[in-house]
Structure formats: structure tokens, C-alpha cells
């Protein structure tokens, strides 16, 4: 057994191959409570594989995947279920159930996992649709959406148990720059006000520092840095510098 920590998130020599495709090659990195912990990396290599792994949806071929000291790797299912009724995850396509309505999208965690009744379900789901600015939505299904609206709306159904721990896979790609800083700032809300600690996976660079305590690159399978989002600006780790240099020109530019 090794030492206990306060971080909510542990990953420990995460190792994973689908078939002879090695994508992860020993994944190292922890969230403390009430961080923001932005994740960067190409595309393709395996971010959103992570927070699979996270979830309990894919198992590693090695390693430990602690939340709140539990590892989700070997956790028996009664409780690997509950650790993830803790959890929220905004999935990179909205990923709403097509017939029914937002409002019954949202209601689902709560109708299955929770013994509220329906009044208070229905009180949980308004409050979650005016946080994500879709009060006047509920009753359309999720075809009636746009997309930026389907991505509020997924954001909403995760916020729905009031989950400790929030995972955003790309929370604000192809969203227009006002409901993509309509996120950001919920991130940043649900840090300060309901000390929620989240793992953000994005490649919208504003995003990334406007919500980040820290960020980590993930490259051929493992996280080459892990710092404060001041030294990515900063840092000669070449694809980390490449990576960032369109948004470094900008910078450079407004200044
Ligand atoms: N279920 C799966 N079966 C086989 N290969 C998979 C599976 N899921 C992901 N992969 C592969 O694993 C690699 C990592 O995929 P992943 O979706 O985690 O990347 P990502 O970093 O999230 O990329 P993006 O930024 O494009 O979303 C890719 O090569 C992908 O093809
Ligand atoms: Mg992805």
C-alpha cells in the first residue's frame, strides 16, 4: 500500500495498447482537489482514452487509476458504480439520447441513481438548464439543438448529480467564442463556489488558460510535462513549444 494523499485523482504507470498500438506508455499524473487540471496533447493520442479509463469504461493493461484513493482499474462493480455517480463527464460529442427530450436527458442519472421524486428532479433539472443558459430548451429534443446547444446540454446532464470531479472532453470545440466562454467561466464557477475539481481536455488554447491551475501534455503515451500553465508559455521542450506557438504569436500580437 502506498501512502494515502489528498489528491482526488491519481494515475500511476497507466499503461494501455489497442492491438500492437501502443497509446499509452506509462501515464504518471495526480489532481488535488478543487484543481483544474487542463490536459494537452495531439490528436489521436489518447486524452480522451484517459478519461475513459478514469470513468471505469476501458481497463489498462498496467497500472492504477485511483479516485479519492479507490483504484477504478479492480474496483467491484457495486462500487466502481457508485465512484462514478461522483463523477460528471461532458463527452466530446454531446452524446444525448435522441428520443428523449433535454429535460428527460438530464433527468436520467437522477430517475436511475437517485430515490428523489419528481418534483424534485424536476427542480434539479431547471436549475441545471438556467446554468447552462438552456431554460427555454427543455422540452426540445436534441435534434431541435445546435450544436453548441446539444454540448450545454450534455454539460448539464453531468452536472446533474452534482458530481465531485467533472471531466470536459473538448467542452468548447466548435462552439462560437460566447457560449465557449459560457463555459469557461462555468468551469471556473464550479471550482470557486462548489469546489469542484475537473480534468479539461481542450485545443482551444484561450480556453485552456482561462480555466487551467495547471495543465499536463500528454505525448507518445506520456505526460512530458506538468506544470503551471506559466511554464508551458515558457517551455524548450520542442513539441510543447510548436504546439503552443500559435498561441504564443498572439499573445505577442495583442500585447
Ligand atoms: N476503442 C478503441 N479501439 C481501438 N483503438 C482505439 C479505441 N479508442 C481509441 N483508439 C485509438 O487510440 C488512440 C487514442 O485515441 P483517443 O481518442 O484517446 O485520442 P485523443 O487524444 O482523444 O484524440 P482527439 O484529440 O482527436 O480527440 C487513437 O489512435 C485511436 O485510434
Ligand atoms: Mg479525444
Do not use: Q, R, V
Given at each position: 500500500m502506498s501512502a494515502p494523499s489528498d489528491n482526488r485523482v491519481e494515475f500511476r504507470g497507466v499503461k494501455l495498447k489497442f492491438g500492437d498500438k501502443v497509446v499509452l506508455d506509462g501515464v504518471d499524473f495526480s489532481v488535488a482537489a478543487q484543481e483544474v487540471l487542463v490536459i494537452l496533447g495531439l490528436?489521436?493520442?489518447?486524452k480522451s482514452t484517459l478519461l475513459n479509463i478514469l470513468l471505469g469504461l476501458l481497463k489498462p493493461d498496467a497500472g492504477a487509476v485511483l479516485f479519492k484513493g479507490e483504484d477504478m482499474t479492480t474496483l467491484p462493480r457495486p462500487q466502481l458504480n457508485r465512484a462514478r455517480t461522483r463523477m460528471g463527464m461532458v463527452y466530446q460529442t454531446a452524446a444525448?439520447?435522441?428520443?428523449?427530450?433535454v429535460r428527460e436527458n438530464i433527468a436520467l442519472p437522477l430517475r436511475e441513481l437517485?430515490?428523489?421524486?419528481a418534483g424534485e428532479i424536476a427542480d434539479i433539472v431547471d436549475q441545471k438548464l438556467a446554468l447552462v443558459d438552456l431554460a427555454e430548451a427543455?422540452?426540445?429534443?436534441?435534434?431541435?439543438?445546435?450544436g453548441g446547444m446539444q454540448k450545454r446540454a450534455g454539460l448539464a446532464r453531468a452536472l446533474a448529480l452534482d458530481p465531485e470531479l467533472v471531466l470536459f472532453d473538448e467542452?468548447?470545440?466548435?462552439?462560437?467564442p460566447i457560449n465557449g466562454k459560457l463555459i469557461d467561466d462555468l468551469i471556473i464557477r464550479l471550482r470557486e463556489r462548489q469546489q469542484v475539481t475537473s480534468i479539461v481536455v481542450t485545443h482551444e488554447m484561450d480556453s485552456a488558460f482561462a480555466v487551467a491551475t495547471r495543465m499536463a501534455f500528454l505525448h507518445e503515451g506520456k505526460i512530458i510535462l506538468d506544470a503551471a500553465p506559466d511554464a508551458f508559455l515558457t517551455s524548450d521542450i520542442p513539441i510543447v513549444r510548436k504546439f503552443l506557438s500559435v498561441y504564443s504569436n498572439r499573445e505577442a500580437h495583442r500585447a
Open positions: 490528436s489521436g493520442g489518447g444525448l439520447l435522441s428520443s428523449m427530450t437517485t430515490e428523489k421524486n427543455g422540452d426540445k429534443l436534441p435534434s431541435e439543438l445546435s467542452p468548447s470545440a466548435g462552439l462560437d
